[in-house]
């Protein structure tokens, strides 16, 4: 059996299609996350990355275009302590906002989804 090398050790970013990096920024930052960078990267390419304060993996907003459309489900889980204030304050801000799903046997959550239709999961700790 031959060993393997390869290893793993975290993940660090998540990248989302979306039509207006500035917009989606913006967005983000006015739910507290912050900007870890914000760069053009030559050629037009701007990579902006931001995250929740301490968290260790980072969502990066790049331009969407022809093979990179936007209303992705992205599967981003994010974690907050307070699912039903989470849920009054995305509403308020005019997104679209799914029910809260209040079971038994499962963390207070539902879903959202920014501007471009990209949905992402809020959930409390289990």
Known sequence: ??????????????????????????????????????????????????APPGAATSIALVASGDTLP??????IRLVTP????????LLSLGLSVGELLDWDTAPLMFSFCDFDGNRLYVAEPS
């Open 1 to 50: 059996m031959t060993k393997r090398t390869l290893t793993f050790t975290g993940l660090s970013t998540v990248a989302i299609p979306v039509s207006d990096q500035d917009r989606t920024k913006a967005l983000l930052q006015g739910l507290d996350f912050e900007t870890r960078f914000d760069a053009d990267l030559g050629g037009g390419f701007r990579w902006v990355e931001l």
């Open 70 to 75: 936007t209303g992705v489900d992205t599967g």
């Open 82 to 89: 307070d699912a039903r204030a989470a849920h009054t304050e």
